[in-house]
């Protein structure tokens, strides 16, 4: 599809707007009401670059909703069904947050900066909203922000030597997730070893956002002598590696999903017993038990993906959604993530453009 | 900016989705996770058709934030500083919400459909979040939920031909913000006497997005005659006229403001005394007066908008924000909206690409 986005002032620009701009970049999406770029022009090459070497991705719209106060360790454990009590400071967590029906509305990565200070890196939703109410309504003395923080990403089998040439050899040793609060020649940012994708890397959450195309620039030097370039998180990779994507595979206004449908269960606390949103109603799911889960297809005949989730058949009869697809080099076959009725998983098929075309359910993730 | 956007599965289409590409539509932007039409390739004989006849629009990512039960007054009572009072049934209220801070969080208009069933028509933020964390801490029984309700908006001089040629004369009778629930060759929607523009017209709160492409040649073909065509929420038209946009001329992550300084003073119930999010705030900030206030702005020589807020400059110093701005044809003058010091507003200027333009600081509306 190739139309056009209105970029106005009800769309927020990312700190590395200017940077991505000069770079050429081809096309945006929005991500918690702020641009993020597509692709520069040749998802191809940017998809080899990060299979192969190294690539830099304006991530910024990945927002951080700040919860700092004396009770914020209180408020967070409340707000997922993941048991935190074991998290240090400088480490990550991926903590699925769930509605009061159990119905997930976003899955970030908490990072623990004080024992009094959080940062959840949000999905598409306006978790802020929601951390505000609950805090609020309950009492509890935490403040919720959204502090000037902008995560750069650098991703791929060389995103190591390019982090260790900027921030120092010790950066090899740093484990998934684990994060320090840093500079680099002066900008304050926070540094993790994490990334949306598998092919291994670093974020750089810039804390100044004056620095965005300084920084930038100083990450596309560095990384010149690796062959770094633009890039934007990746649906194919995403897919192969299989990803969560929070708004493609669920969300709570379109196609609603619990964690234990979407193989989140091993996060989901119930046995410990800490007190969390959406407890009860997960605690019946699980004694219930599931009748429809996160799956992978292969679908015949490569056709284009819509953009849109696609209906799952079986004998004509909807049993599941297929909510994204593309074809993927590596493995030469079009893959896709979807939810299917656990019991009919079968002779499946999806319907586009008048076509039918053969459905294969696999495991994820692919690769 | 000519962009193209990432149609993905990502961003929600709309149940006019379809329609709208037949027509041609040739940008969109996202609004509620949504993808919302900017133009159809003529902006101009869009404005033009928007100001002399009549046009419709997509404005389905309007989305409707419904609340039933027996507790959903009092829900919806806390939520807004309005007194509702004497809202009645079949009666739409435009309603601030705001935060503990008193700061702008959304602006919807609110329909009450029964005296247990409430619909906020949101602007974009994620609304439902917000009330399901209030509902459910307050223990009140009040069910969140987003129906499937997809507005068509006709907007213009001849609006009210098309809406009396398609559901009778007795629409002419209706009152601004006024609506009812009925139906059209069986398509259950509410009609509104409504819409984000000045020109008059009426909004079609589509009830079953299956009927999307059907109600949109519906309308189509009832107003072919007086010259109907497709169209968008028009920035220029909506300056002119000095309707707020929440997201450009305010936003609780970026550039914060509470309903005083936006200039809807009367809609704050204070002395009424009824319980609200934010009334201690918003009493504090009463009694302290406000320093900034909402204006119009005429800018010098007709730069070209930058799709994000400029400083608002007096003595080099930054004195508030120009947040919207575009060329004027009727009052041929590049008219904008912005925030101000309220102490300072003369010997005003904006910086654009190294040029410094004069501002003049006047009323709104303009027209």
Chains 1, 2 share one sequence.
Request: glycine share 8%.
């Amino acid at each position: 599809m190739t139309h056009r986005i209105g970029i106005g002032p009800n769309l927020r620009k990312s700190a590395f707007y200017d940077a991505t701009i000069k770079e050429g970049v081809a096309s945006f999406s929005v991500y918690n009401h702020m641009l993020i770029p597509g692709h520069f022009g040749n998802p191809d090459a940017e998809y080899d670059r990060l299979l192969n070497s190294v690539a830099m991705w304006d991530v910024a719209a990945q927002r951080q909703v700040q919860l700092q106060g004396a009770d914020a360790d209180k408020l967070v454990q409340y707000l997922t069904p993941r048991n935190l009590s074991s998290t240090r400071i400088g480490q990550g967590r991926y903590i699925p947050l769930c509605d009061y029906d159990g119905w997930l509305i976003n899955d970030p990565v908490l990072l623990k900066l004080a024992e009094d200070c959080y940062w959840l890196s949000v999905a598409d939703s306006d978790i802020h909203l929601w951390a505000a109410a609950i805090a609020h309504e309950k009492g509890w003395h935490v403040r919720i922000t959204e502090p000037d923080v902008s995560p750069l990403a650098i991703q791929g089998p060389k995103a190591e030597n390019v982090t260790a040439k900027l921030f120092g050899e010790p950066v090899r040793a740093m484990k998934y997730f684990g994060f320090i609060e840093t500079e680099l020649k002066g900008i304050p940012l926070v540094l993790a070893r994490s990334g949306w994708s598998k092919q291994g890397g670093f974020e750089l959450y810039l804390r100044d956002s004056t620095y965005g195309s300084t920084l930038w620039n100083i990450v596309k030097d560095a990384g010149s002598e690796f062959g770094i370039g633009p890039g934007a998180p990746n649906d194919t990779e995403r897919l192969e590696s299989g990803l969560l994507s929070y708004g493609a595979d669920m969300r709570w206004q379109t196609h609603r999903a619990n964690p234990f449908e979407m193989g989140l269960t091993s996060l989901v606390d119930i046995e410990n017993g800490h007190e969390f949103i959406g407890r009860t109603a997960l605690v019946k799911a699980q004694q219930q038990g599931i009748k429809r889960k996160r799956v992978g297809v292969f679908i015949d005949d490569h056709p284009e993906p819509p953009g849109h989730p696609v209906a799952l058949l079986c004998d004509d009869e909807p049993v599941g959604f297929v909510h994204e697809f593309a074809f993927s080099k590596r493995l030469q076959k079009t893959i896709g993530v979807g939810l299917a009725d656990i019991a009919r998983q079968d002779e499946l098929f999806i319907h586009l453009n008048e076509v039918r075309h053969h459905v294969r359910v696999t495991d994820i993730p692919f690769i």
